[in-house]
Each structure stands twice: as structure tokens, then as C-alpha cells.
């Protein structure tokens, strides 16, 4: 699949909020470098205050006009009944939805500093990429133009998912892949498998430390050769992970966080992983959130590649 055939359809759902439409930037961006086409949702159900339905079509068709300026066409326009996310979720994959933008904020305003409900619900029940943006401090949309993508992984299958979708915006935005895996110390154990609080195993840590830098960095060349500006790098982690990765990917030193939904929790994590939930509700670049499109099994390890215990993704790392 080509990078253009990728997101050759967007959806952007809307409620009437200008902080809805901080999403429009990102949306248009995308459109215009693979040749996609950008369709609006807005729903009229139980979930937001009420409104007049033909008021909303009235703003529907509005934004519709103010859009088609920049986009060249019109685009589709659907005012839809029923639950917020449910009908969403159905409604893109009626039309064939390659990837929905949308912002953290609607219509809860400035007040919803966490992540918004129908934000949330989608990115775990769409089945389809999700582009979560996140408005400039005073409301306004932010400008899209990435030129670094954040893609944290942890050596798995599941977790690399993200990384088709990520090369493909990479390649349409002229951006580089930053690969990175966090990697904490191994607990001392005993010869009963009791782990001591008190340190850790130095060989084990280096060992598990060299093992990740391997698979970053042949994952990165991976990329290279697919034509994808791509480098990869392993660091010790000195926070629980969703910490870790907010630490490096602050504005200036990323534009973009790219992570797939699942990780090592493989199919018991039937939800969004915690990782992924801390960085899109508190991350200040954009955060694109892939699910994984089928079960995809484990990675066999090579042969001297250092095993060690799998944290749950998101779970905090301790010596306990």
C-alpha cells in the first residue's frame, strides 16, 4: 500500500467547538500531501448539551464552505443521531475511514484537562488510526508540519504495529523516525527466584541494554532501506515509562508521538494500553495511536538474546 493510498480517507468528527476544530490544521496537512479526502461527522445524540439539529446543520454547513477553500472541494459533510463514540466508531468504518483527527477537547472546554470521553472511546474501539492534537494554549489550532515522529516500541510484534502508519505520515512529511526503547535495570534474583530490592543485576542490565540497542538500531535500518529517514537508541529509564517517554518527547525535541495501542500485554489488553492512555492525555505534541490490524504473534528471540521478565505496557517498573 502507498503512503497516499494510507490516509486517502480522513475523518474529522466536530461538535461546534472551536476547540473541536483545532484539528482541521492536522486533517488538511495530511489531505494535501497524500491526495486524501477530508469527510466531518458531527452527532446529535445524548452526549453533548442540546442544540437545535438544524442549528448544527447550519454550522455543518459553514465549516463545509470555510473548508473547501483550502481543500479544493466540499467536503462530505454527515449529521448523525445516536451515542457520541458508538456511532463514530460505526460511521468510520461505513465510509471506509483510513485515519480520524481530532482533538482532546470539545465542547467540555478549557475545563477537560484529561482525556475527552469520546477521544478515548474511539481510540480504543475505531479499529483505525487515531490523531489525537492537542490546541494551542489560548484555544487556537497549531500548525502541523512534524519533522521528528517519537515511535517507542518494546522488542515486540504487537507493538510494532504502528510502524507502517508511521513511516507512511514520515515519508508524506519529510519527517525522521526516532526509534526508542526504554529499558530499566534486571532485579537481582536468588536461586529461589526471589528478586532483592536492594539492586540490580549489572550484567543482566548491560546485556538487556546492548540486546535492545540491537533491535532498535536494525529496526531503524529496516526503515532506511524502505526509503524512511529513521535512527533508533535504547536508554535507561529513571521514571516509570509513560514518564520516561513524556520526558522525551518535549516540544522542540519531537513534533509527534507515534504508539500502537497494545505491547508486550499482547490480546489481554483488550483496551488501550496505559502507556499509550498517560501520553495522549498528557503529552504537549500530537500523539497518533495505532491499533493492532490482527493478532500478531511474539518476536522468537535469537539465539543469546537476553529474556527477562515483560512488564505490562504502562505498568511501572519496581524491584518488587
Avoid at 42 to 56: C, E, I, Q, S
Avoid at 149 to 175: N, Q, Y
Avoid at 196 to 213: M, N
Wanted: hydrophobic share 40%.
Amino acid at each position: 500500500m502507498s503512503d497516499s493510498a494510507m490516509f486517502r480517507s480522513i475523518l474529522v468528527p466536530v461538535d461546534g467547538s472551536t476547540l473541536a476544530e483545532a484539528a482541521f490544521p492536522a486533517a488538511l496537512a495530511i489531505a494535501h500531501r497524500s491526495g486524501g479526502k477530508v469527510q466531518l461527522a458531527m452527532v446529535y445524540g445524548d452526549n453533548f448539551p442540546p442544540a437545535p439539529m438544524r442549528l448544527d446543520q447550519s454550522y455543518l454547513d459553514r465549516i463545509r464552505r470555510q473548508l473547501s477553500e483550502s481543500l479544493g472541494y466540499e467536503p462530505r459533510c454527515e449529521l448523525l443521531e445516536g451515542p457520541v463514540a458508538p456511532t463514530l466508531s460505526k460511521h468510520a468504518r461505513n465510509i471506509g475511514a483510513d485515519l480520524i483527527v481530532m482533538t482532546t477537547h470539545g465542547r467540555g472546554g478549557v475545563q477537560r484537562t484529561w482525556l475527552g470521553s469520546v477521544t478515548d472511546q474511539l481510540v480504543r474501539s475505531s479499529g483505525i488510526p487515531v490523531l489525537v492534537v492537542r490546541p494551542a494554549p489560548d484555544g487556537s489550532p497549531a500548525p502541523f508540519n512534524p519533522s521528528e515522529i517519537l515511535v517507542p516500541l518494546d522488542g515486540s510484534d504487537l507493538a510494532e504495529t504502528v510502524l507502517k502508519p508511521a513511516a507512511a505520515l514520515a515519508r508524506l512529511c519529510d519527517a525522521e523516525i526516532s526509534l526508542l526503547q526504554v529499558v530499566y535495570p534486571v532485579p537481582v534474583s536468588g536461586d529461589a527466584g526471589i528478586t532483592f530490592p536492594a539492586g540490580h543485576d549489572e550484567e543482566l542490565t548491560t546485556l538487556t541494554r546492548e540486546s535492545a540497542s540491537k533491535y532498535v538500531g536494525e529496526t531503524a535500518l529496516r526503515l532506511r532501506n524502505e526509503g524512511v529517514k529513521a535512527s533508533g537508541v535504547a536508554i535507561m529509564g529513571d521514571d516509570t515509562l509513560p514518564q520516561t517517554l513524556l520526558k522525551q518527547a518535549r516540544p522542540g525535541r519531537v513534533d509527534l508521538i507515534a504508539i500502537a495501542t497494545h505491547g508486550r500485554g499482547g490480546l489481554r489488553r483488550l483496551v488501550l494500553g496505559s502507556v499509550a492512555d498517560k501520553l495522549v492525555r498528557t503529552a504537549e505534541v500530537p500523539v497518533l495511536v495505532v491499533p493492532p490490524t490482527r493478532p500478531a504473534r511474539r518476536r522468537r528471540e535469537a539465539p543469546g538474546m537476553v529474556r527477562v521478565k515483560a512488564l505490562e505496557v504502562g505498568e511501572p517498573f519496581s524491584f518488587a
